[in-house]
């Protein structure tokens, strides 16, 4: 006899698909689902027993239900022994009974050396030059400010003849740097134009933020999941990586990385606190205060990556890590690689209390920069027009957002969840368990498309099950169809196809 839930594939000329299931299952109550999820945190370890738990209120919030739902999922814990309600303040994780033949889950895990460079060669050589842009995390050329930028190369070039033609000696256009360290003081970036150095976009500005602060073998304490760049470089220079665990909405979890530093001792730690890559997470304010003042107080510096800061916000953005900090603790690292133009590699590094160190880096490195698209740059951020950009630009990638989760929910299997970015413009898809992450890259490339798997986003290639799209694109039929055909891909790996 058939199974009860049937799965039929059908390609027709448009390349749709319908799936239809004869005697379908009840899908469980919104609560079950969410509580599900919680008990796998806590049975994990994640959490001690005594450490306060989401409130309903927050819980509602992430996982968009109504206050009601989410006090049922917590109560439906409560009933099951593993929380425990106190008056006013909320739930609290009780002592957790693990069977009898179980090892008791560690709450972290340890470092581990870097080992998906492979995975990423895999990946980037198998590339072809005209797929469906929903792999890497670029906005759609056609939203960059072409004119604008030629037209500001051509005055820069006249402007400074043939010495546009030079070099840009470290640390770079005093010019560039002025208008940087301006544009940071509005958000209250505690450096000025003297303390920061010009790189060739941000990923050299985290080398050399790595290799002032840490030795071959050292242990670096990274977000979960991470931005493979940042794994890249680890590997690069010989780096192990310590995951702490990175919430969707609150970013890095604190707690977790506390008891990280007491049990391993990381010689730094780097994350993105405004706007994760690939989460989309944006640390509260009085939580950027709180890590800045944990790192200071344990001595280990906060190598900050804000490649997507100037996405975040409405008409002012919102503070960076480096905003509060008092002893140069924060090793600050940016670019205009996400927002204005990928191509001029102009990043910038504030190095705080290692810039020297950087500096003298910075000089035995590749030495020089670019002298024309550096006066460039700088007056576009002087001019207004960057700003007027911005605008347009963070309008569009609503737009875009908006329409591939909508088409995502369309279209992916059932089980299928999406974390909503507070901002920029990636998007983290969690797919059934049994969806092989690395498998849909495979399919998706024969047709064309582009995706980032999970494996990307982890020091040892796990999260296995996971996507990140990028949806800084027009959102087309074109493209839409595309995420139309992830969808048909995620179902037949579901299906066992």
């Known amino acids: 006899m058939e199974s009860a839930i049937v799965c039929i594939v059908r390609f027709i000329k448009n390349q749709t698909v319908q799936i239809t299931m004869s005697l379908p299952l009840p899908s469980p109550p919104h609560y079950r689902r969410i509580a599900e999820m919680l008990r796998l945190t806590l049975v994990s370890g994640a959490l001690r027993p005594g450490d306060r738990i989401i409130s309903a209120r927050k819980l509602a919030e992430r996982e968009q239900v109504s206050l009601p739902t989410a006090l ?52 980037f050589d198998s590339a072809e030059a005209r797929l469906v842009p929903l792999g890497a995390a670029l906005p759609d050329p056609a939203w960059l400010p072409v004119n604008l930028l030629q037209r500001a190369l051509q005055t820069a070039g006249r402007r400074l003849d043939a010495r546009g033609q030079s070099y840009s000696l470290p640390p770079g256009r005093s010019d560039l740097r002025s208008k940087i360290a301006a544009r940071a003081a509005l958000w209250g970036a505690l450096f000025g134009a003297d303390e920061l150095i010009i790189t060739a976009g941000a990923t050299q500005a985290l080398r050399l933020a790595l290799h002032a602060v840490c030795q071959p073998g050292d242990i670096v304490a990274i977000e979960q999941p991470a ?25 890095l979890s604190l707690a977790s990385l506390k008891e990280a530093i007491q049990r391993h001792r990381p010689a730094a730690v780097i994350a993105s ?117 911005l605008r347009r630009l963070k309008l569009r990638i609503a737009e875009g957002i908006r329409a591939v989760i909508a088409q995502v929910r369309a279209s992916f299997p059932q089980g299928t969840r999406v974390a909503e970015p507070e901002a920029g413009f990636l998007i983290w898809v969690e797919l059934p368990p049994q969806t092989d992450a690395l498998e849909v890259h495979r399919r998706a490339l024969a047709q064309g498309i582009g995706v980032s798997p999970g494996p990307l986003f982890s020091p040892e290639a796990a999260l296995q099950n996971y996507l990140r799209l990028n949806c800084a694109n027009a959102p087309t039929p074109y493209l839409l169809n595309a995420v139309r055909q992830l969808g048909i891909i995620c179902h037949e790996l579901a299906c066992g196809h």
């Not at 931005?227 to 970013?251: H, N, R, S, V």
């Not at 304010?285 to 990556?305: M, N, Q, T």
């Not at 191509?343 to 000089?363: E, N, S, T």
Request: aromatic share 6%.
């Open 273 to 389: 606190p405004t706007v994760q890559n690939p989460l989309g997470a944006s640390m509260p304010v009085a939580r950027k205060r709180e890590l800045v003042a944990l790192l200071a107080s344990e001595g280990l510096p906060l190598i900050e990556d804000d490649v997507y800061g100037d996405l975040a916000g409405g008409t002012q953005r919102p503070p960076a890590c480096k905003a509060f900090d008092q002893s140069g603790n924060v090793i600050y690292c940016s670019s205009l690689s996400k927002t204005l133009a990928p191509g001029w590699r102009i990043g910038w590094i504030a190095a705080g209390r290692y810039h020297a160190k950087v500096l003298q880096a910075r000089i035995a490195g590749d030495w020089a920069g670019a002298p024309l698209i550096e006066a460039a740059a700088s007056q576009i951020l002087a001019s207004g027009d960057y700003d007027r950009h």
């Open 72 to 123: 049922e999922a917590l109560r439906y814990l409560e009933a099951e022994g593993l929380i425990i309600a106190r008056p006013r303040s909320g739930y609290f994780v009780r002592q957790i009974n693990m069977p009898e033949n179980a090892q008791p889950a560690r709450s972290l895990p340890g470092p581990v050396p870097v080992t998906m460079s492979a995975v990423a060669r895999s990946l």
């Open 227 to 251: 931005y493979f760049g940042t794994l890249l470089l680890l590997e690069d220079l010989g780096l192990k990586a310590l995951q702490i665990p990175t919430d969707p909405k609150d970013g």
